[in-house]
């Protein structure tokens, strides 16, 4: 009975072929597959939520307590967080006869006395107006530059005090 089928494979070169074919293509596959993985791992790693800084976030205690420096110098806030913390209380309505922010006309003959005398006035007291707005553990710094924050928001173009020079 002779060999009437035809065969796919029909010389030892092509056995050899379909051999190392059916050898090669699944390894392929697989490094492929093995890249493709391992690939969007990586693109993960280099996006902002994994940066060292965004862990460290992360990873925070919640609520930090900022301690004075060695100098007894700490971080001084800004004008508009004094006026926000300590003295929009009264002077956002008017509170006690206060000059309202904003109110140009109550400020136009305060604001005259100039720059030092408001800021005086401010952190030692004046009439109804209680020293620091009631806050002893405020700079002066911090109340003067909350004094240039509701001055220039009721008429006034005062100059930020200057910090102080960083103590070394
Ligand atoms: C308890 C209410 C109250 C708080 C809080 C308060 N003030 Fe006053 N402030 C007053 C009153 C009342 C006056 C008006 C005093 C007067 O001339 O009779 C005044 C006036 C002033 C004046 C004008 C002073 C002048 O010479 O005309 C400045 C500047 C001022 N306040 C700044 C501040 C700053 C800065 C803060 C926050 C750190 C603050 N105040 C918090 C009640 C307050």
Not at 32 to 60: C, D, F, Q
């Amino acid at each position: 009975m002779s060999d009437t089928h035809n065969h796919f494979i029909k010389t030892p070169r092509q056995l050899i072929t379909v051999v190392v074919l059916s050898f090669l293509v699944p390894v392929v596959i697989i490094v492929l597959l093995v890249k493709y993985v391992t690939g969007t791992k990586l693109e993960m790693v280099g996006t902002a939520a994994m940066t060292p800084e965004a862990i460290a976030e992360r990873l925070r205690p919640i609520g930090t307590v900022a301690f004075a420096e060695a100098g007894g110098a700490r971080a001084l806030q800004s004008g508009e967080a004094v006026y926000k913390l300590a003295c929009s209380a009264c002077h956002d309505t008017g509170a006690a006869n206060s000059p309202k922010i904003g109110d140009n006309a109550a400020w136009s003959a305060r604001l005259k006395q100039g720059y030092d005398t408001l800021v005086k006035h401010a952190v030692e007291g004046f009439k109804g107006m209680p020293p620091k707005g009631g806050n002893a553990d405020l700079d002066p710094l911090e109340v003067a530059r909350a004094v240039v924050y509701m001055a220039n928001r009721s008429g006034g173009n005062l100059k930020e005090p200057e910090a102080p020079a960083a103590k070394k």
